[in-house]
Nanobody
Framework: QVQVVESGGGLVQAGGSLRLSCAVSGRTLSSIPMAWFRQAPGKEREFVAVDRWNGGRIYYGDSVKGRFTMSRDNTVSTVYLQMNSLKPEDTAVYYC??????WGQGTQVTVSS
């Protein structure tokens, strides 16, 4: 059974940073694509970043490009989302997706102005 567990959310002031983690079990992380999405209240789920397992480029959504960095550590089956220069509009529940089918429960990020 595949499990996806996000952590690292919290409250931060505008301009600050947070690092989210996504731990995956039940699948070999090195061979699956991983992605981050977010959903703000009253809005649709939005793409944040994706890392294909084949060592290609990491792609970012336009709203986070240049501020967020996605990485993975296959040795601990964890992917990360380093978020810098946070803005109030980054406030959302952040979700991790594994293998284009498994979702975590989400972690809340709140950025105060």
């Amino acid at each position: 059974q595949v499990q996806v567990v996000e952590s690292g959310g919290g409250l931060v002031q505008a301009g600050g940073s947070l690092r989210l983690s996504c731990a995956v079990s039940g699948r070999t992380l090195s061979s699956i694509p991983m992605a981050w999405f977010r959903q703000a209240p009253g809005k649709e789920r939005e793409f944040v970043a994706v890392d294909r397992w084949n060592g290609g480029r990491i792609y970012y959504g336009d709203s986070v490009k240049g501020r967020f960095t996605m990485s993975r550590d296959n040795t601990v089956s964890t992917v990360y989302l380093q978020m810098n220069s946070l803005k109030p509009e980054d406030t959302a529940v952040y979700y991790c997706n594994a293998a284009e089918q498994y979702w975590g429960q989400g972690t809340q990020v709140t950025v105060s102005s």
